[in-house]
């Protein structure tokens, strides 16, 4: 069964930087996209970040530019780096999994982590 494992959140100032990680262990990275998250308290989840397995990636307008999604196929792991962290950033970040037939855009992900919470401070 997929699993997916977070980590990497935490708290910083707006300007800093952090780069989430998700750890994967049944699943092929190779062959499935990947894709991040985030949740802030009484909102819908979005999507901010994918990437296919041709290595494809795409990005929510209010991270671009800012944000980076990369996969290590070798460490089953990928990555969210984030720059320039604004306080609207702030939210729990969740990596997500799925087959890429059965996504479209940041919709059909079907395998989900638990989640790592960031918070931007002004």
């Known amino acids: 069964q997929v699993q997916l494992v977070e980590s990497g959140g935490g708290s910083v100032q707006a300007g800093g930087s952090l780069r989430l990680s998700c750890a994967a262990s049944?699943?092929?990275?190779?062959?499935?996209?990947m894709g991040w998250f985030r949740q802030a308290p009484g909102e819908e989840r979005e999507g901010v970040a994918r990437?296919?397995?041709?290595?494809?990636?795409m990005y929510a307008d209010s991270v671009k530019g800012r944000f980076t999604i990369s996969q290590d196929n070798a460490k089953d792991t990928v990555y969210l780096q984030m720059n320039n962290l604004k306080p609207e950033d702030t939210g729990m970040y969740y990596c997500?999994?799925?087959?890429?037939?059965?996504?479209?855009?940041?919709?059909?992900?079907?395998?989900w982590g638990q989640g790592t919470q960031v918070t931007v401070s002004s």
């Open positions: 997500a999994a799925d087959s890429c037939t059965s996504v479209q855009r940041f919709e059909g992900f079907g395998n």
């Open positions: 049944g699943y092929t990275l190779s062959r499935g996209c």
């Open positions: 990437i296919d397995s041709n290595g494809s990636t």
